[in-house]
């Protein structure tokens, strides 16, 4: 169980605290939870990383395929979700994503805005992406309940998750004012990390 990157309250006012602890010591705790529970069954996937369990072919019936994936993709998305935010104003991107968003959006407003219009046009739950393909082309893609986007072999930059239990207590029904604010504790620098780590310069 990988812990909270920085301390519970300091994601306000944008993340309320109880929010945050709920969603990562519960909602999280509980996908790592089924997942080990899935691998005590299963001793010869134990050894494959989370990538491998999400990406190559699982020697498993359907219904149990199934349950790990829904629990590996669970301890996948909220991993990268809380990775993708951090507290005290993050700056902006750096150069290298900068000139990608200007290149794909037009400016950081419009990715904003697509963004946006992403998480309220998924119904139901999961989980809104940014993720770059090998040559720098932006995307944002959305994926329904704990499906992830590794099989597409994209890789994800930065990650928002849209189930209700992300932002209810706060924002109740007003996913589009979660949405908005979630650009203000966006780690920047962790996407430009990731940017830079995958695009072949
Ligand atoms: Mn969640």
Not at 17 to 45: G, M, W
Not at 95 to 107: E, M, P, T, V
Not at 123 to 133: E, K, P, Y
């Amino acid at each position: 169980m990988p812990p909270l990157p920085y301390p519970a309250d300091s994601l306000e006012p944008v993340i309320d605290a109880e929010t945050v602890i709920l969603h990562h010591d519960r909602h999280f705790k509980k996908y790592v939870d089924d997942l080990n529970s899935q691998l005590c069954l299963t001793p010869p996937l134990q050894s494959w990383t989370l990538e491998e369990l999400l990406t190559k072919a699982l020697p498993l019936s359907g219904s149990q395929r199934q349950l790990v994936l829904t629990a590996a993709g669970g301890v996948y998305n909220h991993g990268l979700y809380f990775r993708s935010m951090v507290p005290g104003l993050p700056k902006g991107p750096g150069k290298q994503l900068s000139a990608a968003i200007c290149r794909n959006f037009g400016d950081m407003e419009s990715l904003q805005k697509q963004f946006v219009r992403y998480a309220l046009s998924l119904v139901g739950s999961g989980w809104i992406w940014l993720c770059t393909d090998p040559s720098g082309h932006l995307r944002i893609l959305c994926t329904g309940n704990q499906v992830t986007v590794l099989p597409t072999g994209l890789c994800p930059l930065f990650l928002m998750d849209v189930w209700e239990h992300a932002y209810y207590l706060k924002y109740q029904n007003v996913r589009q004012r979660y949405a908005e604010n979630w650009f203000r504790v966006l780690n920047w620098e962790e996407a430009e990390k990731n940017y830079c780590r995958f695009v072949a310069r």
